[in-house]
């Protein structure tokens, strides 16, 4: 087995932690293991399927993928969850880390204005009646910092008496990543590690068809124009701001990466599509930028106009989303049927 690259504590580049922040919290944990911890050049592959859409509910997590290989990947070869008493938590890691896992759990962190909120944090060893933790926010983009073991504890997020872990091993399927090619890799993670098909409307999983589509987006708009009177004063909750943008954004970060990654590769691309790639990845993100500046318009300003606009701003997004749909439905099923496309 090869052993993963443990990190002495340094100061992350700014061009990681930009990139970094703009995953979910979970998800920031998964790209930090497996680009820092595991070396694995690759990570953005396995949000392959994601293009497909996002369904939309207004509890528990607003948006989340209609299909999610990466979840699937990590309870099948990397992740193990355990539910330990609080009492048995300190106990718990230990012995995790005796077995050479990496673990993460929810725990309390502090915002750059100092406000308090609960996120996942990613525990790289116990020792010396420490934890050596790593979390990236805005306020800190230092690795391994140290944290006694009382403090540990009064920041853990109990329920029920009960914390829930999660424990990270290296897997061999990792060192085939790393020495596929892109074209190998997409067709390994895509046909053997998600057991998905492509066809000319989107994807397959077990039998079933799953067509590309943008229910989510169409399902948060029915819901902002039926609840318009929640959204045109300044009462807004806190969850109904994050509805209106930052989930979006998150949710459709890992998506640009994924494109990004592509086209920094030698993959073999008619040049005409690269640049309708460039061209449409770009209208997504300057799409996302325009919805989050009218989003912030309805909690600053709020009134019809402001209320309006935002919704013409999500009917942009939804287009450009559309198209890059396409694009990717095309290029990804060259790729993983194994069509030679021309440089």
Request: include cysteine; proline fraction near 2%; hydrophobic fraction near 40%.
């Amino acid at each position: 087995m090869s052993n993963p690259k443990i990190l002495d504590s340094r100061v992350l580049p700014q061009e990681y932690v930009e990139e970094a922040l703009g995953y979910v919290c979970y998800e920031r944990t998964y790209h930090y293991l497996f680009t820092q911890v595991y070396q694995l050049e690759s990570y953005p592959l396995l949000y392959l399927d994601r293009f497909v859409g996002w369904t939309f509910n207004t509890s528990g997590e607003p948006f989340l993928p209609l299909v999610n290989g990466l979840e699937e990947f990590l309870n099948k070869y990397i992740r193990q969850v355990h539910l330990a008493e609080v009492t048995e938590v300190i106990e718990l890691l230990y012995k995790l880390f005796s077995q050479k896992n990496y673990v993460s759990l929810t725990m309390e962190m502090k915002h750059l204005d100092e406000s308090i909120y609960y996120t996942t944090v990613f525990i790289e060893n116990i020792q010396d009646e420490q934890i050596v933790y790593t979390h990236i926010n805005e306020a800190n983009q230092t690795t391994r910092r140290c944290m006694d073991l009382k403090t540990f504890k009064t920041k853990l997020y109990i329920d029920n008496n009960l914390v829930e872990l999660s424990a990270y091993k290296y897997s061999e399927v990792l060192n085939r990543m790393k020495k596929n090619n892109i074209i190998e890799n997409i067709k390994f993670i895509f046909l053997n590690l998600y057991g998905l098909k492509i066809n000319n409307e989107g994807i397959e999983k077990n039998l079933i068809k799953i067509p590309c589509a943008l229910s989510g987006f169409h399902d948060l708009k029915n819901f902002v124009e039926e609840n318009a009177s929640r959204f045109l004063t300044s009462s807004i909750t806190k969850l109904e701001q994050q509805i209106l943008s930052k989930q979006i954004k998150t949710k459709i970060h890992p998506l640009e990466q994924l494109i990004k990654y592509i086209l920094r590769s030698k993959i073999r691309i008619t040049k005409n599509f690269r640049e309708i790639l460039e061209h449409q990845v770009q209208s997504v993100s300057d799409s996302l930028n325009k919805l989050q500046f009218f989003s912030s318009l309805v909690v600053k300003k709020p009134g019809q106009q402001s209320l309006d606009l935002y919704l013409k701003s999500l009917d942009k997004l939804m287009l450009n989303i559309s198209y890059l749909q396409e694009s990717l439905l095309v290029v990804l099923k060259a790729l993983v049927e194994g069509e030679n496309y021309e440089k």
